[in-house]
């Protein structure tokens, strides 16, 4: 199975950022929507990603540094100070065992799917974990009809 078969599958709606915008209103956005991330766009060009992920962490960040100073509220925090400038990208033909590899081995959940320079959906963990378990369900209704319709000898 190729990522592009996972895109098919799941809605095409992407949700984007601008780098300099609050961090508050990226967040509002995405529990608004029920998306656990968000593509971040300069210029019409992929910046980065924001993920939940990157929001507790840098709330965490700053509720540390409070313990030192006084640190902005989140709505003073921009998305550019939270978001992961260099997240791992694939590709529609990468296969889906190698993404599922790569997200494993950077911990990553989401993952912004590229054709060259153009962002042509997000993949998460989940639309990963749904497709493989749609395709393996199909693979056993085959081999069981297969066996039923097995000729006697």
Same mark, same amino acid.
């Given at each position: 199975?190729?990522?592009?078969?996972?895109?098919?599958?799941?809605?095409?709606?992407? #949700?984007?950022?601008?780098?300099?915008?609050?961090?508050?209103?990226?967040?509002?956005?995405?529990?608004?929507?029920?998306? *656990?991330?968000?593509?971040?766009?300069?210029?019409?060009?992929?910046? *980065?990603?924001? @993920?939940?992920?990157?929001?507790?962490?840098?709330?965490?960040?700053?509720? @540390?540094?409070?313990?030192?100073?006084?640190?902005?509220?989140?709505?003073?925090?921009?998305?550019?100070?939270?978001?992961?400038?260099?997240?791992?990208?694939?590709?529609?033909?990468?296969?889906?065992?190698?993404?599922?590899?790569?997200?494993?081995?950077?911990?990553?959940?989401?993952?912004?799917?590229?054709?060259?320079?153009?962002?042509? *959906?997000?993949?998460? #963990?989940?639309?990963?974990?749904? !497709?493989?378990?749609?395709?393996?369900?199909?693979?056993?209704?085959?081999?069981? !009809?297969?066996?039923?319709?097995?000729?006697?000898?």
């Amino acid at each position: 199975m190729e990522v592009r078969e996972v895109l098919q599958v799941k809605d095409s709606a992407l #949700f984007t950022v601008h780098p300099d915008s609050p961090l508050s209103e990226a967040v509002i956005m995405m529990a608004d929507n029920d998306i *656990g991330s968000a593509i971040v766009m300069d210029g019409g060009k992929l910046a *980065g990603m924001l @993920t939940f992920r990157e929001v507790l962490l840098i709330l965490a960040k700053r509720q @540390t540094e409070r313990r030192v100073g006084p640190t902005p509220p989140i709505a003073e925090i921009l998305v550019v100070e939270a978001m992961d400038r260099n997240p791992p990208t694939a590709h529609p033909d990468m296969d889906v065992d190698e993404l599922r590899r790569m997200m494993v081995d950077s911990h990553t959940r989401y993952v912004p799917v590229m054709e060259e320079d153009t962002i042509v *959906g997000i993949v998460s #963990f989940h639309d990963v974990a749904k !497709a493989v378990l749609e395709e393996r369900n199909m693979e056993n209704k085959l081999l069981k !009809a297969y066996i039923k319709d097995w000729p006697a000898p």
